[in-house]
């Protein structure tokens, strides 16, 4: 008993000696305060973009199976995570950062949806009209922010991005850095941008295909508006009395030819090579595909779709492409 007393008041003595080192590593000597054991960029007063606790970091382990020659795949990095499982189907190099080029543009469509202007009209000047992908803007137009991001994620417009960067709240610096933040506050610390579209030669940027996973997760569960669009085939934008009628073309792979693929995204620059982020919704179960520099991300994200299907002892579906 009296070893028990002794073993008691010992881890007493431990626990009150830690608490109080905390307390004064912790408190502010000028200004009385104790200081948040969280990060700083998971506090309200140093990150904007933490609205809310949701850090999803899942476990990917190794997982390639022996039906599937990972050899035989061009893409620098692959991740194949089934999200009604909680599994990665199949994984290369998923933590290697790499080049996104356009799928820099989930991380614009989430900040632009968390982030709106008050009066909703986002004006073009003659700047936001860069590089070749367009959807079409012409300077001194003013569309709404849901037009903008159609236009965003279909044709992939980097006008569009530009117009949602530069004429949001933050201005087009800030945005940049609302972009990096929620990065952080996701618990990311492999993604970088350095620019709203993607484009190739406008600072650093970089990712990987596991960072995608989770930012495309969140923007798919959290915002409905944007699994809308990102699934819509096409869209027209009629003409109003502020800007001309857009018909629109969803560019994104395997949306109309792989029965249960749900968008969500295309990229691709010479450094980036081939990139692809796609959502399949098919007998049960969802899937989120990420391919980085491929040379063939339509074939090579049919196959791998069909494989994560056949591991969950699934019947693909009849691939309806040329």
Known sequence: MKK???????????????????????????????????????????????????????????AQ????DADTLTAKSVLMYDLTTQKAVFEKNPRERLPMASLTKIMTAIISLENPRSDDRYEVVGADLVGEDSMGLTPGEVLSREELLYGLMLPS??????????????????????????????????????????LQGDGEQYTTTYDLL???????????????IVSSPEYFISERPTHKAYDLVNETNLLTTYEGVRGVKTGYTPEAGLCLVTYLDYKGHKIIGVLLNSENRRMEMKELLDYSLRSLHIDPPEYRGG
């Open 65 to 68: 199976g022996s039906e599937f």
């Open 214 to 228: 989770v930012i495309t997760k969140y923007a798919l569960e959290n915002f409905p508006i944007f699994a809308k």
């Open 157 to 198: 417009g980097n006008d569009a991005a530009e117009v949602l960067a530069s004429d949001s709240p933050f201005g087009r610096d800030g945005f940049i850095k609302a972009m990096n933040d929620k990065a952080r506050a996701l618990g990311l610390k492999d993604t970088l941008f350095s620019n709203p579209s993607g």
């Open 4 to 62: 028990f007393i002794s073993y008691f008041i010992l881890v007493l003595f431990i626990s009150v000696t830690f608490a109080g080192l905390f307390v004064y590593l912790t408190h502010d000597k000028k200004q009385g305060l104790l200081h948040s054991p969280l990060p700083d960029f998971l506090t309200m007063n140093k990150n904007r973009q933490v609205t809310l606790l949701d850090v999803w970091l899942p476990f990917i382990q190794q």
